[in-house]
């Protein structure tokens, strides 16, 4: 099955700068890639996502790129605010395009602990 | 996120005893899923289920049982609760299928979370 691997478990930078966070996974028909932000005692949300057909996607400060060569995808956040700290989750799934777009079960990585100083 | 509620947000437990944790969502999703949420470990699956009267095992499924007769609501069931099991449970849905939109199908496959349920088992 699916492994996701994420790393650092723990990041801390300075308001301004770029923070980013990277996950391998084992499973070459992963297909979908979300990013989900938890807030201190809040329930994960989804921040952005991308398919395997597009390399990388940019979301204002936020952007994620994917290799499909190398199985890894990173999160990427630019000119971070204290508001960006929250633990950050990859996590990896297959969409079966031929069963309308059912989706197999997300995997998740461990999780990152984003700390931004301000 | 208002349309997925879990019940209770807190619950203290003994070892041994059986719990169980509700899960309501009013979007008429087909999928919800049962996590747990323990640190250093991020979110593992214990189980969902892809339509009424349909369930599957996760990662995590060993001490948890799970009910689906109605698509709304998605209940896990602690049948003898022990200390290992003391985590915080999140529920979530999804809607099933994709979107057709200019000859292509748009998956719909953002999971949604509930707001967590904090169990302690003493």
């Known amino acids: 099955g699916e492994n996701v691997e994420q790393h650092p478990s723990t990041l801390s930078v300075q308001e301004g700068d770029s923070a980013v966070i990277k996950c391998t996974y084992s499973d070459s028909a992963s297909n979908y890639f979300p990013w989900y932000k938890q807030e201190l005692g809040k329930r994960p949300q989804l921040i952005i996502d991308i398919r395997s057909n597009v390399g990388e996607k940019k979301d204002q400060r936020i952007a994620v790129t994917l290799n499909k060569t190398a199985k890894h995808f990173s999160l990427h956040i630019t000119e971070t605010q204290p508001e960006d700290s929250a633990v950050y989750f990859c996590?990896?799934?297959?969409?079966?395009?031929?069963?309308?777009?059912?989706?197999?079960?997300?995997?998740f990585g461990k999780g990152t602990k984003l700390s931004v100083k301000p | 996120d208002a349309g997925i509620t879990q019940s209770p947000r807190y619950k203290i437990t003994e070892t041994g005893r059986q719990v169980t944790l509700m899960c309501h969502q009013t979007?008429?999703?087909?999928?919800m899923f049962w996590y747990r949420q323990d640190l250093g470990h991020g979110l593992r699956l214990i189980y969902y289920s892809a339509a009424a009267d349909i369930t599957d095992k996760g990662e995590v499924p060993d001490g948890y049982v799970v009910s689906r007769s109605k698509t709304e609501n998605f209940p896990l069931t602690l049948e003898s609760a022990t200390r290992s099991q003391t985590s915080v449970y999140f529920c979530?849905?999804?809607?099933?299928?994709?979107?057709?939109?200019?000859?292509?199908?748009?998956?719909?496959?953002?999971?949604?979370f509930g707001a967590g349920t904090r169990l302690s088992v003493l």
């Open positions: 979530a849905s999804s809607s099933k299928g994709g979107v057709l939109l200019r000859r292509k199908t748009l998956a719909k496959n953002i999971q949604y």
């Open positions: 979007w008429s999703h087909s999928y």
């Open positions: 996590a990896a799934s297959i969409i079966f395009a031929s069963y309308g777009g059912s989706q197999g079960n997300l995997i």
